[in-house]
């Protein structure tokens, strides 16, 4: 049962061993391929090949996490496919050191990104597995932090490695932290037992991690009863629905670059706009991951839609290079009241029998919809200027935070799981 004070309960250790997990990943990720578009145009590749890999790599990424969705509510074990995940994509990074050709580097960005969807949907689940439900949040939060720790460490470690020894030698230094990486996940992750039977979500840790693992339990009860907990809520839709719409409006970020280009700001200080929002991003994602564990998930996630909205209304405007740099402190203040939260939102929606196959779809039409918002965004630039695809975004945010608090009410997950 949760505890009533979900601050006196201690973090366990599998939330520790994931977010140290994250944070070497993403530091040997940000490493490789911070340098990734110089040494596309070093083998005579330009722009047009780098969207051919990147569209590739994410499209791949989106249909990996819906796969993973559905087979981790199937197998026996979680472990071995997140420590898989981990040991392909830190495989496969340092061998950008031996390319000629970007074709080559298709195929490496390819292996990553599948490897990164196929893990992080059973990763999200078993850290769900790991804590309290009233916890959800807090442990979302702070792996959140960890994986953009790594995205600060990551690029100051390219730029002091960088000029000793070139973009090939960053590659092959990347895999320090991989196989750091690798060693924790495979060490560090326990494999998880439910305590109960069908509906509980108590968990025990298995300690004798090469013993066999019990699968994962099904919902005990009358087949109508199995069925109606084997079914996503309506609640579950509502959230997807708000969040799809959010999506819309959410473009890649490398908008905002170009757009403080446009401002005055020139691409050389680029990669510090980054670094501002990733430093706000790390030191505000667990604590807006606690206080959604006591608050509403709705509400919270409601105000960094809120924040977004400001952020794109002032880039719109641009008044200023000052007023960019800030603005951009306050875009990583949006992505942790929800990127965390809305994942445990999400879970604490759905029975645990199926949290897998709700995460797999959640990823899934987000990615999707922020490609399309990528495309819809550039048309609109083209035809009417910058200005309008902010000012729309904008307004879709705002409308967005509207319809999640007004979310029904009824109907929580607890009701499923009894």
């Not at 569209?55 to 993973?68: C, D, H, M, R, Y």
């Not at 409601?302 to 909205?309: D, E, K, M, N």
């Not at 945010?397 to 007004?406: E, H």
Request: charge should be positive; include cysteine; aromatic fraction near 10%.
């Amino acid at each position: 049962m949760p505890q009533e004070s979900p601050p006196e309960q201690p973090t366990p250790r599998n939330v520790y061993a994931f977010g140290l997990t994250s944070f070497l990943n993403d530091t040997a990720s940000e490493m490789a391929y911070w340098v990734l578009p110089a040494f596309l145009a070093s083998l005579g590749a330009g722009p047009a090949q780098l969207g051919i890999i990147e569209g590739i790599a994410e499209s791949v990424a989106s249909f990996a996490k819906l796969f993973s969705g559905y087979l981790s509510d199937r197998v026996p074990r979680r472990k071995p496919i997140v420590v898989g995940g981990y040991f392909v994509a830190n495989a496969v990074k340092p061998l950008l050191a031996l390319v000629s050709s970007w074709w080559q580097i298709l195929g490496i960005r390819f292996a990553d990104r599948f490897a990164k969807g196929i893990r992080g949907t059973a990763r999200d689940v078993m850290v769900a597995e790991s804590v309290d439900q009233s916890r959800i949040g807090s442990a979302y939060g702070l792996i959140q932090a960890m994986d953009s720790a790594g995205a600060i460490v990551g690029p100051l470690a390219a730029l002091a490695l960088i000029g000793h020894f070139g973009m090939r030698g960053v590659f092959g230094a990347a895999a320090v932290p991989g196989v750091l990486c690798v060693l924790v996940a495979w060490f560090g992750i326990r494999e998880l037992h439910r305590a109960g039977s069908g509906g509980t979500t108590s968990v025990s840790e298995d300690e004798h991690t090469d013993a066999p693992a019990k699968p994962h339990s099904v919902a005990v009860g009358t087949p109508t009863e199995t069925a109606a907990r084997l079914r996503l809520p309506a609640g579950f839709y509502y959230v997807l629905g708000v969040v799809t719409l959010f999506s819309l409006g959410n473009s890649s970020d490398m908008f905002l670059v170009l757009r403080a280009g446009n401002v005055g700001i020139p691409a050389s200080e680029a990669p510090l706009l980054g670094l501002v929002f990733n430093i706000m991003y790390t030191l505000l994602s667990w604590p807006a991951g606690k206080f959604s564990d006591r608050f509403s998930r709705s509400t919270i996630a409601a105000a960094g839609y809120l924040v977004f909205a400001g952020v794109y209304l002032m880039f719109a405007m641009a008044p200023s290079p000052r007023a960019i740099w800030l603005t951009m402190a306050c875009y990583g203040l949006f992505y942790a009241l929800t990127n965390p939260v809305l994942k445990a939102l999400v879970v604490e929606t759905v029975a645990p029998e199926v949290r897998g196959r709700a995460l797999g779809i959640y990823f899934f039409v987000t990615s999707l919809t922020t490609l399309l918002a990528s495309l819809i965004t550039g048309a609109l630039w083209k035809v009417y200027g910058a200005p309008v695809p902010f000012y729309l975004s904008a307004g879709i945010a705002a409308v967005s935070a509207a319809a999640l608090v007004a979310r029904p009410a009824a109907a929580k997950a607890a009701r499923l799981r009894r």
